[in-house]
């Protein structure tokens, strides 16, 4: 669901996360009713259909950053105001919301409405196996060096030189 009001990206759902990063304790964030404890943050990737200016269809994939998460919220939740602050420019009418970069003219996701008469907006979205990882992102030092227990960089320029099929890392 994508929310106006949500101060950043949650899931009940572990199993969602590629990454994930506990905090010492739970920490409380605010809901409507009541506050809920949150127990860390990572990463996930969605995988799902956009329609090009010419109405083509594309499979896309995002990887989305700093996902929180409250195992007791009953919906997944994106931040529309964390995704503005990325710098995507929102267009939309009663039907779909579209969120786009300045410098692109295809979407970056659009959300619409799963029923008539609704005024929440949704992603269809399903999540990316992990294993799929390597060809969806890009893969940086940060990554990597959590990956291999926090290696130096001398160590991850050692494996790309020794390691078959190793990732080239900025």
């Known amino acids: 669901m994508l929310d106006s009001g949500a101060s950043a990206h ?7 996360f590629i990454a994930f990063s506990h905090f010492k304790e739970p920490l409380s964030v605010n809901t409507a009713s ?9 990463m996930v990737l969605l995988q799902y259909l ?7 269809e594309i499979t896309k994939t995002l990887r989305i950053c700093n996902v929180i998460f409250v195992p007791h919220i ?24 579209t969120l786009k970069l300045p410098e692109c ?3 970056v996701f659009q959300c619409g409405l799963l029923n008539s008469g609704e005024k929440l907006f949704w992603l269809q979205a399903s999540l990316v ?19 291999f227990g ?19 890392i900025d």
């Open 74 to 97: 009953t919906q997944r939740i994106l931040s529309l105001g964390d995704f503005l602050t990325q710098g995507m420019h929102v267009y939309g009418d009663m039907h779909m919301i």
């Open 105 to 107: 003219n295809t979407p």
């Open 129 to 147: 196996s992990p294993t799929l990882l390597n060809l969806v992102l890009k893969e940086d030092y940060e990554l990597m060096h959590c990956r």
């Open 50 to 56: 956009i329609y090009n200016p010419k109405g083509k």
């Open 10 to 16: 949650f899931t009940p759902v572990f199993s969602d």
């Open 150 to 168: 926090h290696p130096s960089k001398d160590v991850m320029h050692c494996a790309l030189q020794n390691t078959k099929g190793f990732p080239k």
């Open 34 to 42: 009541s506050p809920l404890a949150q127990y860390g943050f990572g």
